[in-house]
Structure formats: C-alpha cells, structure tokens
C-alpha cells in the first residue's frame, strides 16, 4: 500500500434517507479500488446536501445527517460530513469537493502540529468561513506526509446527468474529472462506457473515470423506501436497523400513526406459529 495513491470517497446527495445501497456503493468502490493496485482507500465520507437544495420531500439536514450517522455506525472507515448541510445556501458538488480536497491538504502540510492547532490555522485562513471538525481529523494523518486525492463517488445516473442541459456547468464537469476524478458504480440499465464513449468531455479524462459493475444488482432507492414507509410496508433489510428505529420515532415520510407503527413493527422478531398447539 506504500506507494499506492492515498484517496477519500467522497458522495453527495441527499440521502433521504440513506439506504443499504448507499453503504454498498462504498464497498464496492473501495474494492475496485484496491484491486486495480494503484490506490488505497483511506476513508469514505458521506455529505448530505443542506435544506437549501430545491428537492421536492426533501426532509430537514437534521433528521438526513441524524440517520446517516446511525446507519455507519457499522462501518470503521466511512463517516458522516456535515459541512455541506450547514451552509446556509445550495453547495454545487465541485465546491464540496474543493472543501475537503483544501482539507487534506492542510492537513497534510501541518504534520507536526497538534490536531488543535490545525484546526485554530484552518479558521485563520479560511475565507468563505467553512465549518471545520478538529475531531474529524483523527484518522487521517499519515507521517509519510503523502498527498489525499478526493474522487466523487456515485452512480451512473449521476454521470449520465452530466448530459442534462442546464444542470451543471461546463466548467464545473470538466474541472470535477479533471482535477478530481470520479468512481462510477454502474446500475442496471445503464451504460456507463457507451455514454463516455458518446461525450468529448469525458472521453478526454475517461482515465480520471473509475467504473465500477456492481454484478449482484439491486434496485434500492431513497424515493422507493419513502413510499414504502407512506404505505405502511416493511423497509427491513433495505435500511440499517437503527435507521428504521429513527424513522418510526420521529414518524418520517408519513403523516399517518398506523404507518409509522408499520415501520417499527418491521423489526420486530417474527412470529412463529405451531400448527400443533391447541
């Protein structure tokens, strides 16, 4: 791992809620990773946009980043970031990217400093006034001092976005591949190599692309969680436990009591039933 490049993933969105398929996109990225022999996954990093975003049933940055922190409870390398979700306006994703990219690189040029200090610096010379979590630092420090690339971690659709006119801009696709490289989880029905095959832009740092086929596929999605739980379905096994548990006490995505009861009873041990009982 010595000589391999350092990286932190990086995903963006809204998380409403996170589901099991979110944490899986980082496994399954971090694997790919290793395997290629040229990188070495340090952490992975979830940052859930702030309630500025124009999403229709977008649930507050409170209750997203609340859950998130549930749900990677179970994992030792991926964490939640809530920098993005206290802004008090809409953070386009390459911003996000250069926050945590300036990060690291402070980090990594103030190996001798106490994690204090660091943090004291951070809030000298920052401009734009970022948030900054000393604590969230821990784990990060390495004494060869080697440099962290920031790769935005996502799905194809996220990509495929990019073809979208008007939502992104040119410049910020180009400088997001470019200067910090994507790992693509493809799903299926997506044709992640045909579409950058198909854009000049992409085309030209496809080697910045890292594409990643999820071969036991899976359809899960945030929208299909928050009907299920509208509807009073079952969500187990689609979202970590905890989240569950958090979503039926705070009665989230519905505004019916039966529903909410539905959703905390999906945890509950199921009920055996002898045939031979009287």
């Known amino acids: 791992m010595r000589h391999r490049q350092r990286v ?35 952490a992975g990093i979830i940052s859930p946009v702030s309630d500025c975003y124009p999403k229709k049933d977008l649930l507050c940055a409170k209750h997203r980043c609340a859950m998130v922190k549930l749900a990677v409870e179970s994992s030792d390398w991926i964490r939640l970031d809530t920098w993005e979700s206290e802004q008090s306006k809409w953070t386009e994703t390459v ?7 300036d990060h690291f690189q402070l980090l990594n040029s103030q190996q001798s400093d106490s994690i204090d200090a660091i943090a004291t610096k951070k809030r000298k010379i920052d401009a ?23 790769k935005l971690l996502c799905g194809g659709n996220v990509l495929e976005s990019f073809a979208v006119p008007g939502l992104w801009k ?10 910090f490289g994507m790992v693509v989880c493809t799903r299926a029905g997506s044709d992640v190599e045909k579409f950058i095959y198909e854009s000049d832009l992409l085309t030209k740092y496809k080697n ?8 036991m596929t899976n359809d899960i999605s945030s929208t299909k969680v928050r009907r299920a739980v509208k509807r009073g379905d079952s969500i187990r096994y689609l979202v970590q436990d905890n989240v569950i548990h ?17 959703v905390a009873a999906a ?12």
């Open 170 to 179: 040119p410049e910020h696709m180009e400088e997001i591949v470019r200067d």
């Open 8 to 42: 932190v993933l990086v995903a963006c969105g809204s998380f409403n809620p996170i589901t099991n398929l979110h944490l899986r996109l980082f496994e399954l990225a971090r694997d790919h990773l290793h395997r290629t022999e040229r990188f070495h996954v340090i």
């Open 246 to 262: 958090y979503i039926a006490q705070h009665q989230l995505y519905t505004v019916v009591t039966d529903n909410t009861l539905s």
């Open 95 to 101: 911003n996000v990217l250069r926050h945590f990219r």
């Open 128 to 150: 734009n006034n970022m948030n900054y979590n000393a604590a969230s630092t821990v784990g990060y420090l390495d004494e060869s001092g080697r440099p962290v690339a920031v």
């Open 267 to 278: 945890l509950a041990p199921p009920r055996i039933v002898d045939n031979n009982a009287k």
């Open 208 to 215: 910045n692309i890292e594409i990643v086929n999820e071969w």
